[in-house]
T-cell receptor, first 111, second 112 residues
Framework: DAKTTQPPSMDCAEGRAANLPCNHS???????VYWYRQIHSQGPQYIIH???NNETNEMASLIITEDRKSSTLILPHATLRDTAVYYC????????????FGGGTRLMVKP | NAGVTQTPKFRILKIGQSMTLQCTQD?????MYWYRQDPGMGLKLIYY???????DKGEVPNGYNVSRSTTEDFPLRLELAAPSQTSVYFC???????????FGEGSRLTVL
């Protein structure tokens, strides 16, 4: 059973914010939301993770709804280099061996 | 730091041949992982290790073996290669058992 649901693909204009949604309605209280991305056949790259508070780092912001059933990854000013597959993953904090990379969202940033 | 280094980047094998995919990391991470990614699909965990001398199976371990004699190295061995093992293999490491993994660039294997 998939723990997360993501749209298969999205487009975004260069310079605009990219908002990538993720549904995780069955998330448990001690599970975190992780985001990774994979740029054209390269190894996946960790972006950000959070439990219930919104998180921000140099790459992106993570907004988690109050009921924790969904989240949004925000790339504030998308560039062509942000074109990638973005994976939303739900996992316990101390369970790196339990990460499940599903289909993800293919984000295409267009000029 | 080089991070996670995988060799070879590309390899073609004949059915029944054996080979080892090498993975080394220079970040002194205790945890290491091997994933495979089939075309258009997500990643599946093959094996992982929580430290030198300790390995455990992931979701798809059949047809593979691993060893972890040092903190730095985590080779993946394919015995009797089959076409179903045609895939891209990614090695990763993490400082602890958190979800922040560092991945290598991948090894693309074709079995004919």
């Amino acid at each position: 059973d998939a723990k997360t649901t993501q749209p298969p693909s999205m487009d975004c204009a260069e310079g605009r914010a990219a908002n990538l949604p993720c549904n995780h309605s069955t998330i448990s209280g001690n599970e975190y939301v992780y985001w990774y991305r994979q740029i054209h056949s390269q190894g996946p790259q960790y972006i950000i993770h959070g439990l219930k508070n919104n998180e921000t780092n140099e790459m992106a912001s993570l907004i988690i709804t109050e009921d924790r059933k969904s989240s949004t990854l925000i790339l504030p000013h998308a560039t062509l280099r942000d074109t990638a597959v973005y994976y939303c993953i739900v996992s316990l904090l101390n369970a790196g061996n339990m990460l499940t990379f599903g289909g993800g969202t293919r984000l295409m940033v267009k000029p | 730091n080089a991070g996670v280094t995988q060799t070879p980047k590309f390899r073609i094998l004949k059915i029944g041949q054996s080979m080892t995919l090498q993975c080394t990391q220079d970040m002194n991470h205790n945890y290491m992982y091997w994933y495979r990614q089939d075309p258009g699909m997500g990643l599946k965990l093959i094996y992982y290790s929580v430290g030198a001398g300790i390995t455990d199976k992931g979701e798809v371990p059949n047809g593979y073996n691993v060893s972890r004699s040092t903190t730095e190295d985590f080779p993946l061995r394919l015995e009797l290669a089959a076409p179903s093992q045609t895939s891209v293999y990614f090695c990763a490491s993490s400082q602890s058992n958190t979800g922040e993994l560092f991945f290598g660039e991948g090894s693309r294997l074709t079995v004919l």
